[in-house]
Each structure stands twice: as structure tokens, then as C-alpha cells.
Nanobody
Framework: QDRLEESGGGSVQAGGSLTLSCASA????????LGWFRQAPGREREGVAI???????SYADSVKGRFTLSRDNAKNTLNLQMNNLKPEDTGIYYC???????????????????WGQGTQVTVSS
């Protein structure tokens, strides 16, 4: 089983909503630095949102006010609620873990050591 597994992607129209879920068989979501990243065709992978091992959250400016992280400790999942989706949100969304935490836990893809396979999100105008 993969260390991290994403689910919940799909296709929606602009203004719609999706919820992504990241399940971990190895990390406890309540005390591990975890993040969501995305990559659009022809573009570099970028940070979307992270949760530190202390539970603090950070969001990219482009998604603030629209995306929200939440934890389900019973299911050991980190969820990303995405509202008011825009075509520019289209891409493959990845869940990643940075077990080192601390100063490593920032919206920087290279700081994250373990990655899921990704889930596609497509937003049409």
C-alpha cells in the first residue's frame, strides 16, 4: 500500500466544488507535516496548502478564501475542500508528507519527501 493515497478528483464547472482526501497508511495526519500540491500541464508543481505537525495551516494566495484543509483523525485523512473553483485550478493534485516538519514544513515542493500518485481536477469555464 502506498504511503499516501489521494481521492476525490473529478471534473466540475467553474464555481463548483470538490473535496480531495489524502489517506495515509504510514503517517498520523494529526502530527505530521502534510501538504497538497498541484501541477498543471506545462507548469511547475506548486504548493496549494499545508498543515504543520502542530496543526497550523497555510495556503497559497491563489486559493485563500476558497480552499480549506481539514482533518479526520478517525479515518486518518487530510481533506482539501475546494470551493468556487476556477479553470486555473485545473491540474493534478498531489498529497505529500515532510516528516522532518519544523522549518521544512512550508509551501515548497522540494521540502516534501513522500508523494501520492495524484488525482486529476478539471475545471471547465
Amino acid at each position: 500500500q502506498d504511503r499516501l493515497e489521494e481521492s476525490g478528483g473529478g471534473s466540475v464547472q467553474a464555481g463548483g466544488s470538490l473535496t480531495l482526501s489524502c489517506a495515509s497508511a504510514e503517517y498520523t495526519v494529526s502530527n505530521t507535516c502534510l501538504g497538497w500540491f498541484r501541477q498543471a500541464p506545462g507548469r511547475e508543481r506548486e504548493g496549494v496548502a499545508i498543515q504543520t505537525e502542530m496543526g497550523t495551516t497555510s495556503y497559497a494566495d491563489s486559493v485563500k478564501g476558497r480552499f480549506t484543509l481539514s482533518r479526520d483523525n478517525a479515518k486518518n485523512t487530510l481533506n482539501l475542500q475546494m470551493n468556487n473553483l476556477k479553470p486555473e485550478d485545473t491540474g493534478i493534485y498531489y498529497c505529500a508528507a515532510a516528516p522532518r516538519g519544523g522549518r521544512w514544513c512550508i509551501l515548497q515542493p522540494t521540502n516534501f519527501d513522500y508523494w501520492g500518485q495524484g488525482t486529476q481536477v478539471t475545471v471547465s469555464s
